[in-house]
């Protein structure tokens, strides 16, 4: 069975970083794509980012590209998404999630944690 939990979220000041963390139990996590997706209050969910086994492939939304990466540890079965200057609009709860294969797409995600509320006051 796999579960995943999320970390680190809280408050910050525009302009400001987060570190969010997301731990992994269960078998495969090295065969496994990990993502954060993102959701405001009254908005669909929406792709942050994603990592694939190997760190070989990485996606970023647009709105974070060159302010959040992503990254992984595989040994110790965990995800991160260090963001850096945050933005009031990055205010969502953050949901790591994980998949075989490859994908941006919320829906084929098989595994979601419970969410981590990110806010960011202006």
């Known amino acids: 069975q796999v579960q995943l939990v999320e970390s680190g979220g809280g408050t910050a000041q525009a302009g400001g970083s987060l570190r969010l963390s997301c731990v992994y139990s269960?078998?495969?996590?090295?065969?496994?794509?990990m993502a954060w997706f993102r959701q405001a209050p009254g908005k669909e969910r929406e792709f942050v980012a994603g990592i694939a086994w190997s760190g070989a492939w990485k996606q970023f939304a647009d709105s974070v590209k060159d302010r959040f990466t992503i990254s992984r540890d595989n040994a110790k079965k965990t995800v991160y998404l260090q963001m850096n200057s945050l933005k009031p609009e990055d205010t969502a709860v953050y949901y790591c999630?994980?998949?075989?294969?490859?994908?941006?797409?919320?829906?084929?995600?098989?595994?979601w944690g419970q969410g981590t509320q990110v806010t960011v006051s202006s």
């Open positions: 999630a994980a998949r075989l294969g490859t994908s941006t797409g919320a829906s084929s995600y098989n595994y």
């Open positions: 269960g078998s495969s996590f090295s065969s496994r794509t």
